[in-house]
Each structure stands twice: as structure tokens, then as C-alpha cells.
């Protein structure tokens, strides 16, 4: 867990927004920073290198953005009088980074650890929008991310897909129009390989997770033939019915053999990919997406043909037994054969630096510079069915716009302005100095109640022995 | 007094000893400031209590011949304060676990020993009911003591807790105490489990709460159908449990769901928007945060006046975060802003160690902007109102049960005491007798027989005392007509104060009472603690000839 001075400064500001100051507006956006106002109607970015990713780069270009939306891309882009103009002279300018597998901002377990299956469980119940594990990611160029239930169960929740909207309600974060999807989890999480608390459950081998899955599917086509007949029934006027009972565990499972859910399935090994890919084609469904995925330099051409992604760490592995047979190479290697490639944190700390990462796809395999930056733009939108509105720089698209002080694939290069719809949610020059009037606010609000609010009863505070009092914990991923 | 109330009650149980003379419980109180609260105060004025009710209030009434009268003079009348949710917990030997997932309802823990099931989640217990856990013990005392003559009591543990009951704090059983029940079902976001048990995390629990939900609809559904056609239809299997969750369903009983946090609280109303649902939020310690989705959603609050505090052995070196401080220094001002915003609340003491801190603290909701009026209605009418008992209590009107607190001044003063608190027309006094110091040199001999007048609102109880005394301790029995004879026990004298406990057994039940007086030749009055049930007072005589 490096840090720069800048994130460290960054976390200064973290403490005070979080904390909520005396300043601060509830419920909203933090009144005291200027930046988080309303989208202006118009942000013009002038005069920088322009990394679109659909179109390619453009030298002294703009772009323009109006009522939260990309307005115009180019070399000459014309903007009204009363834009807001920011100079980027120097800079570099990409579409906001999307992170295809998160568990930030999550109230509560990341896993509903208790059965194998547990698709009734919902990520979107439980965003916490106070998580500044947001604001870390913003802080690094981080606009949308997959929000995952954790890998414990075969079958996992329903995650979701959310923009960083820092200072908004649950609801708010939520990505309006991204398709719904779940979590599967195959080998040694599911079947509790490396815990020391053994949960009550099966299964415990890697056919057991095999079965599971096909057990829930079993379950879940028996649901809907139910509910199919129902249906007829209703529509051919029969009286008296009564609906089937509504299973919430079953129902997102209807709805992935009906094509409507995605699946993100966390995966190691190259054989139990080829099983879980088997299983889609025995129960007629499709997946999204592979994560994490080591061992998919060994089978790029099957990821391939199925036209299933890929999301992968840079190069980050051997901290478990399946996870050994992994080399760095394997983001180029699938690359190379034609899979949508994206690059994923699964951390609330690596989510900040995710263009090293794409940088790492260059270093290793020599991927060209933009396609790397796409597994961390374009490519996880695609996988997440939001490419729609997210992930380049075209014209209609929502304005998550990053501006880099230098090339991102740098090392050198800091993430200097974070956009998301328009609205400018990180600014690093505010945030260093809000970091230092919060930090005063803070002081100043402990004093206050240190004088206005003496504990009754008890002597005065320094009387007692020591006791060390919680500390705002930071929320990390790691491979959950 | 409840030494009275329980003598009553052993009256009415054993036909053996005659009833009371059949005279009705009167009491007036006059010439007292009352704050009726439905109305404006009078500013002098008498209220008749009559067999538990209010008979009449106001400034021109007179006192009926045959009630007892209070000079009200320099008194103020408030309705009985209602604390809005209270836990109540079952004995952890009583209960075993329930027939469904048990383990959170109320019985003891069990740490993993079974698995987690899908179909019988942990904490889920609609049907489990508060009444038979609320005991008129100690703790209804102090609550009672504190002003409160009603509670909400919550059955304690799960994320459907079961069902509320609204209870008097003074009676001689549960069924005596109660109001009303069931008034509400409860559901909450307890997360217990882990891998160990379902559900095991916050989302886990919002899917079970769901599925309930769902399940009592298509329960509801099914037994329709059912009873409108018998015919061809097998019977649905019958369950309690989901038979529970259908007044909630058809908003015929409110859910209360508790909440603190903003984000809580908005997934909290989520719920309730998906099921329709006649919703209350109860903690609502952020509940100001989200007064706008509260006020949209017509949510009232049960507010809590445990405030969090600053841990008094804190090290002054520790940093907490700032969230933290900011919600200790928000607290207090939370009632003025949903007040502010039109959303509708009633406070509770919500698991306050001292009861006494409900006015205590809802002094401090003033004192960051509520005002007296707002706050005396959220412990009085409002939370009638939002309970259902708003022809019952809530305010002083005839016709209403007679609870009342009766103070020297303004109740929103720090220093104002409380001198009586009238709980279904029984009247208890606050005044407690100061035990004797220890030490200190006998000044007195207590030794001989003592006739004592225990004062109960359910009539004089004669008590015969013969005592002892060695230096400064003394032994003895204590009879009584009703009890018999018991021993005296840990007699003590302390200059010319007196203390001595006895356990006495009335209808099977032991009762221990304590008696502190002062003695003053061959007199002795002082106060009797009923464990469990107040403190009432005594007077008595040494006849003279008596063996010194």
C-alpha cells in the first residue's frame, strides 16, 4: 500500500468530507466544496492531448462538455462565452477510468458467506454512499465501478454497477441503464479452501461447486417452467389463480437463462472455466465476463470464440495455490487472440492507480499504448453493458473525463481533475487546500465538544485509564 | 403502592378475604397548573381521577366529596409521559428456540448448531408477542419513577422481532398493564450469522425481510382462495409465523423498522414504499439527515433520546474520527430539525440506562431549538397518536386513562422533581426515605411492638411489628393479616434512623420489601420499597406499655 504525498494529502480531505464538518450541507453534496455545485452548462478542456479511445488521440484538442454530456471532441471545438474554460495546455485528457471489479462502498459483509447460493442478496441494498474509498477512487481517475458481492458462495449476489457520485444518496450512485448482473465464484473461495472457519455447507470440492451451480439452475428452470405455466393459464382467462410464490433466489437466476442478467464469474483455473462455460451452454445462457481469470492466457482461444471477457489483475497472483500458474503476460496474450481484455483493482486502495496497471499491459507483451488504456476504459464499459454512455470521449456520452498531468500510462503522470457527468468531484489543487481548513474544522469541532459537553458522572476524561478508540477504518477489496 | 396493588389483586384472586369496601379509587387535584396538552394550559385548575379515569379537568370543576384531595397549589399536571420503545427481553433459561430460526428470537445462543437454512433464516419470529415478556418488576419501577406511565415494549433480537405491546408501568401482571397489543410488528437490520448462519450480512438481512414479505402476500393469497373456494383446492399449510406478517401486509398493524444512519433509514423506506406498508422508523439518530425522504414518504419517527456519548475513560490523546463527534454534537438538535421539516416524531427512551435521562434529555432536544410544547407532545399526544391510543392517553382529557406526572414546576427545568405519578388512577408518591448511614451509634431502641400504617392507594395495610434490638442491630417478625407472620431481617439502627427488609409471601409470590424510618420516641414513619413495585409510605406507634 504505497501512497504518494499527494493521496496522502487526498486522504486529509477524505477525513474532513467524510467526517462531514461543521460546513458541510447533509444529505447532499458537501456544500463547502466549490467544486461540487451543479453541473456547470458549460466546461471547455482546451489545448490538450485527447485520448479518446474510440476515435484516437488527438494533439491541442477539446472537449467540450454541456449539461453533464460530452458536447464536442476535436481540434476546433466552439464554445459559448460563458463556458468554464480549463487550460490544458500539456495535459492529457481520457474518458473516466472504470473499475469492472470493486467491492467499495459496501455497508456490511461483502459476502452473504452463509450458503452456496445466495442470488437473492443484493449489492444495490447496500451502497454506502459515505465510503470514501469513493472519493480514493475518484482521486485516481475512477468514474464507474462493478460493485461485487464477494467470491465465498458458487453462486454470489447481485452486484452493482455505480458512478462515483461522492456526496449523493445510495440510490443515486447507482448506474442508470447498466444491465443488471451476478456474481458466481468457481474453485478454492467457494469451496473454502483457505478460511479457518469452516462454514456449515457444501460443497467443499470443486465438482461440489460444479454441482452447485447446476443444482441452482435445475431449480431455476423448474421455477420459471412454474411460472411459464401460470402465465398461460392467466392469459387463457382460467379463474381463480393464484401466482407462484416468488422466490427471490431463483428469480435473477430466471432471468440469466433469459439473457436479461450478466454474469461475472471469479475464476482461476483454465478447467473449471471450460466447466462453467459447459454449464452456460447445457442451461442456454451467456457470461460476461471471466474475473480475475490467471489461468486465461491458456485458453484465449476458447474466451475468444465464446466472445466472453476477460478482467484480470496486471500482475498480481500467487497468493493462493490456484492462483500460481499466472504470468503478467496474460492480459497481452488474451488481448492477442481477440477477447475484450479489462483490468480490474478488486481493491479500494489499487483502484487509484489503475492506469499503472495499463501501463504494466504495455511493459509486458507490448500491448499499444491506447489499447492498453482501454482495459481500463472502453473495454470494462463493454463488459458491463454501459459503452452506451461511459468509456471514450464521443460526442452524446456522459462526461467522465479525466485530466492527467502528464501521459497516464506514465508513472510520473497525477490525476489532476476527475469529472463524473460534467461535475468536477475531485480537484487536487482544491483538495489540497480544503484538506488543510477541514483538518482545522475537525480540531476545532473536537474542542468544542471537549468544552460544551463534559461527561456526567464519570471525572474528567484524562482520569481513566487509556483506551484506544476505533479508528475510521479504511474498506479494502483484496480478492474477496 | 404496588404492595397495595398487589394486595388487591391477591384480593381479587382469593375470594377468602373480603374485597375492598367497594369504594371507588377518587382522587382531586386542585388548585394545580394543568397542561392538558389537546388544549391550552389552565393555569389554576382541579383534575377528578375517578376508578382510573380522568372524570373531568378544568378550571371551574370541583372536588367530589368522596375523593381524597391533592392541594395543587404551586403543582403542575402533565399527561403520563409514553416512552415509545423500550426492549423487553424472555429469561434466557425460559426459552428455547423457536419453531422457526429461534436462535435470534430470544433464546440463548447457540453458536453454529445448525446450518444455515435458506428456508427458516435466523431472527425471524413475527408472531413472537412482547406482552408475556413484560414483567412488573424493578425496572417498570424506575420507569414509572421517571415520569413514564406507558411503554412500548419491544420484543428484543431477530429482523422480525414480533409484535409490541403498550403496557402501564404499574400493575399487578402483564395482562393488568396492558393497553394495547399487538401495536406494531418490528423489523430490523440486525446482523448476526456471518458464515455461520443465514442471513450473515447486511444484504442478506434486506433479502430475508423481502422474502418474508413476499412469502406473507402469497400466503395471504392462497388462503383467500382458500376460504372463498374449499372446493378443489388443497388447504395451505397453516403457519403462524406468516400469518403474522399479514396485518402488516394489509396495513391494518405498522411496521416499525429500526433505523439510525441516513442510508439506513432510506433503505428502510425503500421497504416500506415496495410493500406499501404503514411504516414508523424508530432510532432515527440521523433521521433529520433524510427528513426530506421522510416527509415524502409520510414516515413518522420514533425517536430516541440515547443520545450517543463521549466515552467518559476516553484518552484524551485518541482521535476519533470526526463523523463520530459530529453525530454527538448533531444529536440533541435532531428533533428540531424534523420539527422544522414537518416530519412527525414521538421519543423513546431507546435503551437509556436511567430513565430518568428521557427528560433529562429531551430538556437537551429543547435546548437546541425544539420547543417545550413540541417536546412535551412527542412524550405525550403525538405518540398516542402514532401507537393507536390516542382515545386512551396522551393528554389530559375526561374519559382518558388517568396517567398523570405531577411536578413543582415547569417539567423541561433541570431542578423540577417529580412529586406523584398517577398510573391508572393509582397514586404513587416520589418520596423516598434516606437509608441510614452505617456507623454511626444507636440513638434509639427500637425494641418492642409496633403498630404500623402502610399507606397504599388501595387502602391501609396494618403491620405488626415486634422487634429487638442488640446495639445497632435488631431482629423481630412482621405480621400481617394478609401474609401472616414473617421474619425481620437485617435490622439496622443508625442514630435515630431504621431500616430492616422482609420477604413476604402473597399468593405464592415472595415479595422482599426494605422499610427505612425515622424514630422519634414511639413513633416511626419512613417509606417501604416493594421490590419491584415502589415505594410507598408508613407511619407508626409504640402502644405505651409496651416492653421496652
Redesign the interface.
Known amino acids: 500500500m504505497r501512497r504518494t504525498r499527494n493521496i496522502a494529502a487526498g486522504l486529509c480531505l477524505i477525513?474532513?468530507l467524510?467526517?462531514?464538518?461543521?460546513s458541510l450541507a447533509?444529505?447532499g453534496q458537501p456544500a463547502a466544496v466549490d467544486m461540487q455545485t451543479a453541473p456547470a452548462n458549460e466546461i471547455l478542456i482546451r489545448n490538450a492531448t485527447v485520448m479518446t479511445m474510440t476515435h484516437g488521440t488527438i494533439e491541442n484538442g477539446s472537449v467540450l462538455i454541456r449539461n453533464g454530456k460530452i458536447a464536442d471532441v476535436g481540434k476546433d471545438v466552439k464554445a459559448s462565452p460563458t463556458a468554464t474554460v480549463v487550460d490544458g495546455t500539456g495535459k492529457f485528457v481520457t474518458p473516466g477510468i472504470i473499475d469492472c471489479h470493486s467491492h467499495i462502498a459496501i455497508?456490511?459483509?461483502?459476502?452473504?458467506?452463509?450458503?452456496s447460493?445466495?442470488s437473492?442478496?443484493?449489492?444495490q441494498?447496500?451502497?454506502?454512499?459515505?465510503d470514501r474509498s469513493i472519493f480514493i477512487g475518484l482521486s485516481g481517475g475512477v468514474t464507474s465501478a462493478n460493485v461485487l458481492?464477494g467470491s465465498?458462495n458458487a453462486i454470489g449476489?447481485q452486484n452493482a454497477t455505480i458512478k462515483l457520485r461522492w456526496g449523493k444518496?445510495?440510490?443515486e450512485l447507482l448506474f442508470v441503464g447498466a444491465p443488471p448482473g451476478i456474481k458466481f465464484a468457481l474453485g478454492e473461495n467457494p469451496k473454502r479452501s483457505n478460511f479457518q472457519?469452516q462454514?456449515?455447507?457444501y460443497p467443499r470440492t470443486r465438482m461440489g461447486v460444479e454441482d452447485t451451480i447446476r443444482d441452482a439452475f435445475l431449480r431455476a428452470r423448474d421455477y420459471k417452467a412454474e411460472w411459464d405455466r401460470y402465465n398461460a393459464d392467466f392469459k387463457a382467462g382460467k379463474k381463480?389463480l393464484?401466482?407462484?410464490?416468488?422466490?427471490?433466489?431463483l428469480e435473477p437466476l430466471v432471468e440469466v437463462l433469459e439473457g436479461k442478467r450478466l454474469v461475472h464469474s471469479h475464476c482461476y483455473r483454465a478447467d473449471e472455466i471450460l466447466m462453467l462455460i459447459r454449464i452456460s451452454k447445457e442451461f442456454g445462457f451467456k457470461i460476461a465476463t471471466f474475473q480475475h481469470v490467471l489461468e486465461g492466457y491458456k485458453i484465449a482461444k476458447e474466451l475468444a470464440a465464446e466472445g466472453i471477457g476477460a478482467s484480470t489483475f496486471a500482475d498480481f497472483w500467487a497468493y493462493k495455490v490456484e492462483a500460481f500458474d499466472a504470468t503478467p503476460y496474460n492480459a497481452a496474450v488474451l488481448w492477442k487472440a481477440g477477447v475484450v481484455v479489462s483490468l480490474n483493482s478488486d481493491d479500494g486502495e489499487r483502484q487509484r492507480r489503475l492506469n499503472t496497471d495499463a501501463a504494466r499491459a504495455v511493459r509486458y507483451g507490448g500491448v499499444p499504448e491506447e489499447e492498453a488504456l482501454k482495459m481500463i476504459t472502453i473495454n470494462p464499459a463493454k463488459q458491463l453493458g454501459i459503452d452506451k454512455w461511459t468509456g471514450s470521449l464521443d460526442v452524446g456520452k456522459d462526461a467522465d473525463i479525466v485530466v492527467w498531468s502528464a501521459n497516464p500510462l506514465s508513472t510520473y503522470a497525477v490525476c489532476e481533475k476527475t469529472y463524473v457527468d460534467g461535475v468536477l468531484l475531485f480537484d487536487r489543487q482544491q483538495a489540497l487546500k480544503d484538506a488543510d481548513a477541514a483538518q482545522r474544522a475537525?480540531a476545532a469541532?473536537?474542542e468544542?465538544?471537549k468544552s460544551s459537553?463534559k461527561?456526567k458522572?464519570?471525572?474528567p476524561?484524562?482520569s481513566?485509564?487509556?483506551?484506544?478508540?476505533?479508528?475510521?477504518d479504511m474498506k479494502t477489496g483484496g480478492d474477496q | 403502592m404496588k404492595l397495595g396493588v398487589v394486595f388487591l389483586a391477591v384480593v381479587v384472586a382469593c375470594q377468602a378475604i373480603p374485597a375492598r369496601a367497594g369504594a371507588p379509587d377518587v382522587w382531586a387535584i386542585t388548585g394545580a397548573r394543568i397542561v392538558p396538552v389537546s388544549g391550552p394550559p389552565i393555569e389554576k385548575g382541579t383534575v377528578v381521577i375517578r376508578d382510573g379515569l380522568i372524570e373531568s379537568v378544568g378550571p371551574a370543576v370541583a372536588a367530589p366529596a368522596d375523593a381524597r384531595t391533592i392541594d395543587g397549589t404551586g403543582l403542575t399536571v402533565y399527561p403520563g409521559l409514553i416512552d415509545s420503545f423500550t426492549f423487553v427481553e424472555a429469561d434466557q433459561q425460559a426459552q428455547g428456540p423457536g419453531p422457526e430460526g429461534g436462535r435470534r428470537g430470544g433464546g440463548p445462543p447457540q453458536g453454529?448448531a445448525?446450518?444455515?437454512d435458506?428456508d427458516n433464516p435466523s431472527g425471524v419470529t413475527p408472531e413472537r408477542e412482547a406482552l408475556p415478556l413484560v414483567k412488573p418488576d424493578g425496572r417498570i419501577e424506575s420507569f414509572r419513577n421517571a415520569g413514564i406511565t406507558t411503554v412500548l415494549a419491544v420484543p428484543k433480537g431477530g429482523i422480525f422481532r414480533g409484535q409490541s405491546a403498550l403496557v402501564d408501568t404499574a400493575g399487578a401482571s402483564a395482562q393488568a398493564m396492558s393497553v394495547k397489543t399487538p401495536v406494531a410488528q418490528h423489523v430490523s437490520f440486525e446482523?448476526g450469522?456471518?458464515?455461520?448462519?443465514?442471513?450473515?450480512?447486511?444484504?442478506?438481512v434486506?433479502?430475508v425481510i423481502?422474502?418474508k414479505f413476499?412469502?406473507g402476500q402469497?400466503y395471504k393469497?392462497?388462503w383467500q382462495?382458500y376460504s372463498a373456494?374449499p372446493k378443489g383446492?388443497r388447504r395451505p399449510a397453516p403457519s403462524e409465523s406468516l400469518a403474522a406478517v399479514v396485518p402488516a401486509l394489509d396495513r391494518t398493524v405498522p411496521v416499525v423498522i429500526e433505523a439510525n444512519d441516513?442510508?439506513m433509514i432510506?433503505?428502510a423506506l425503500?421497504i416500506v414504499s415496495e410493500f406499501k406498508l404503514k411504516a414508523m422508523i424508530a432510532g432515527g439518530l440521523e433521521a433529520?439527515?433524510?427528513?426530506?425522504a421522510l416527509k415524502t414518504a409520510g414516515v413518522p419517527v420514533l425517536l430516541s433520546l440515547n443520545y450517543p456519548?463521549?466515552?467518559?475513560?476516553?484518552?484524551?490523546?485518541?482521535?476519533?474520527?470526526?463523523?463520530?463527534?459530529?453525530a454527538?454534537?448533531d444529536a440533541p438538535g435532531g428533533a428540531a430539525k424534523l420539527q422544522k421539516a414537518g416530519v412527525r416524531f414521538a421519543f423513546q427512551v431507546g435503551g437509556l440506562k436511567d430513565p430518568k435521562q428521557f427528560v433529562g434529555n429531551a430538556i437537551k432536544a429543547v435546548g437546541s431549538g425544539l420547543s417545550k410544547d413540541d417536546a412535551l407532545r412527542a412524550m405525550t399526544l403525538t405518540s398516542a397518536e402514532l401507537l393507536g391510543v390516542s382515545d386512551q392517553l396522551g393528554s389530559i382529557e375526561a374519559g382518558k386513562i388517568a396517567n398523570l406526572v405531577v411536578t413543582d414546576g415547569d417539567l423541561f427545568e433541570a431542578k423540577t422533581k417529580i412529586k406523584y405519578v398517577f398510573v391508572d388512577g393509582a397514586r404513587f408518591e416520589m418520596k423516598v426515605e434516606a437509608a441510614p448511614k452505617p456507623g454511626e451509634a444507636a440513638k434509639v431502641d427500637v425494641s418492642g411492638t409496633w403498630n404500623l400504617t402502610v399507606v397504599t392507594p388501595g387502602g391501609n395495610q396494618d403491620v405488626t411489628l415486634t422487634l429487638t434490638q442488640s446495639g445497632t442491630s435488631f431482629t423481630g417478625s412482621m405480621a400481617n393479616a394478609m401474609f401472616g407472620t414473617t421474619d425481620v431481617k437485617e435490622g439496622t439502627v443508625s442514630g435515630n434512623k431504621v431500616s430492616f427488609s422482609a420477604t413476604v409471601s402473597v399468593g405464592g409470590t415472595s415479595i422482599d420489601t426494605t422499610f427505612n424510618g425515622t424514630v422519634e420516641g414511639d413513633s416511626m414513619s419512613g417509606t417501604v420499597a416493594v421490590s419491584g413495585q415502589g415505594t410507598v409510605e408508613f407511619t407508626g406507634k409504640r402502644p405505651r406499655g409496651a416492653v421496652r
Open positions: 477525513v474532513a467524510g467526517g462531514g464538518t461543521t447533509i444529505g455497508e456490511g459483509n461483502v459476502n452473504e458467506g452463509s450458503l447460493v445466495t437473492m442478496a443484493r449489492i441494498d447496500v451502497i454506502d454512499p459515505t458481492h465465498a449476489g444518496h445510495a440510490d472457519v462454514p456449515q455447507r381463480n393464484v401466482a407462484p410464490r416468488r422466490d427471490l433466489e475537525a469541532l473536537r468544542k465538544e459537553d461527561p458522572g464519570d471525572g476524561p484524562d481513566k485509564p487509556p483506551k484506544i478508540g476505533d479508528i475510521d | 453454529g445448525r446450518a444455515p435458506r446482523t450469522g456471518g458464515f455461520n448462519d443465514y442471513p450473515g450480512s447486511l444484504m442478506g434486506i433479502a423481502r422474502q413476499l412469502d402469497h393469497q392462497e382462495r373456494t383446492y441516513d442510508a432510506r433503505r425503500k433529520w439527515k433524510a427528513a426530506d456519548e463521549r466515552p467518559g475513560d476516553m484518552d484524551p490523546e485518541t482521535t476519533e474520527p470526526l463523523r463520530v463527534v459530529q454527538r454534537m
